[in-house]
T-cell receptor, first 112, second 112 residues
Framework: QQQVKQSPQSLIVQKGGIPIINCAYE??????FPWYQQFPGKGPALLIA?????SEKKEGRFTISFNKSAKQFSLHIMDSQPGDSATYFC???????????FGTGTRLTVIP | SQTIHQWPATLVQPVGSPLSLECTVE??????LYWYRQAAGRGLQLLFY??????ISSEVPQNLSASRPQDRQFILSSKKLLLSDSGFYLC???????????FGDGTRLSIL
C-alpha cells in the first residue's frame, strides 16, 4: 500500500511558470514532510521540508503548502528555470518511524 | 560537515555472481543508515535500515542482505544475483528518527 500518493507523474512547463506537485497521505502520525530533488544519475537531495505546525514554508523559489485537515501537501516552484528540470519526490515520516515513505516521483521539464 | 560515499558508481555483473556494495559516512557518529533501490523511472524502495553496528532491519524479503561491520559503514551483498536485481542502489544516512535523510550518489547495477 502506497503510504504517500504523488501526482502528477510528469509535468512540462515553460520557463517562468509555476509547476505544482501534489502529495497526499493517510497516516495522521506523520509529522515530517520533506521534498527531494533528483537529477539523472545522482542521489536525491533534500530540497525543503515542513512540519505540520505551519501551513506554508518558503525557501528561495520553492514553497511547500501544507493542509493538515486534508492530509495533503504540495510543492510550488516560482519562476521555474530549465535548471529545475529534475525528478521531485515527496516523503513523510512519523516520530516513531525509522524510515521515510516516499511518493513515486514527478518528472519536471522546464522548457526554455 | 558530513559526507556520504558509495562505490562503485557503476557495476555490470553476470547473473549468478556475488555482489558487494559499500557505503561510508564521514563527519558524524552513530547514524541511522539505509539502503534503497530505485528502478528506472520509479520511486524509492527501502531495502534495509540499521540503527547501530550489527543491527539490520529488512523491509523486503529477497536475495539481498546487508551488514554494518562498523559504525559508519553499510554494506549491501548478494551471494547470487538475479536479473531482477538490476537497478540504482542508494545509500542514505540520518541523525535519527524524524530527521532529514541524506543520500549518496548511488550505484548503477546492471545484470547481464
Amino acid at each position: 500500500q502506497q503510504q504517500v500518493k504523488q501526482s502528477p507523474q510528469s509535468l512540462i512547463v515553460q520557463k517562468g511558470g509555476i509547476p505544482i506537485i501534489n502529495c497526499a497521505y493517510e497516516n495522521t502520525a506523520f509529522d515530517y514532510f520533506p521534498w527531494y530533488q533528483q537529477f539523472p544519475g545522482k542521489g536525491p537531495a533534500l530540497l525543503i521540508a515542513i512540519r505540520p505546525d505551519v501551513s506554508e514554508k518558503k525557501e528561495g523559489r520553492f514553497t511547500i503548502s501544507f493542509n493538515k485537515s486534508a492530509k495533503q501537501f504540495s510543492l510550488h516552484i516560482m519562476d521555474s528555470q530549465p535548471g529545475d528540470s529534475a525528478t521531485y519526490f515527496c516523503a513523510a515520516s512519523g516520530t516513531g518511524a525509522n524510515n521515510l515513505f516516499f511518493g513515486t516521483g514527478t518528472r519536471l521539464t522546464v522548457i526554455p | 560537515s558530513q559526507t556520504i560515499h558509495q562505490w562503485p558508481a557503476t557495476l555490470v555483473q553476470p547473473v549468478g555472481s556475488p555482489l558487494s556494495l559499500e557505503c561510508t559516512v564521514e563527519g558524524t557518529s552513530n547514524p541511522n543508515l539505509y539502503w534503497y533501490r530505485q528502478a528506472a523511472g520509479r520511486g524509492l524502495q527501502l531495502l534495509f535500515y540499521s540503527v547501530g553496528i550489527g543491527q539490520i532491519s529488512s523491509e523486503v524479503p529477497q536475495n539481498l542482505s546487508a551488514s554494518r561491520p562498523q559504525d559508519r559503514q553499510f554494506i549491501l551483498s548478494s551471494k547470487k544475483l538475479l536479473l531482477s536485481d538490476s537497478g540504482f542502489y542508494l545509500c542514505a544516512w540520518t541523525r535519527g528518527i524524524g530527521q532529514p535523510q541524506h543520500f549518496g550518489d548511488g550505484t548503477r547495477l546492471s545484470i547481464l
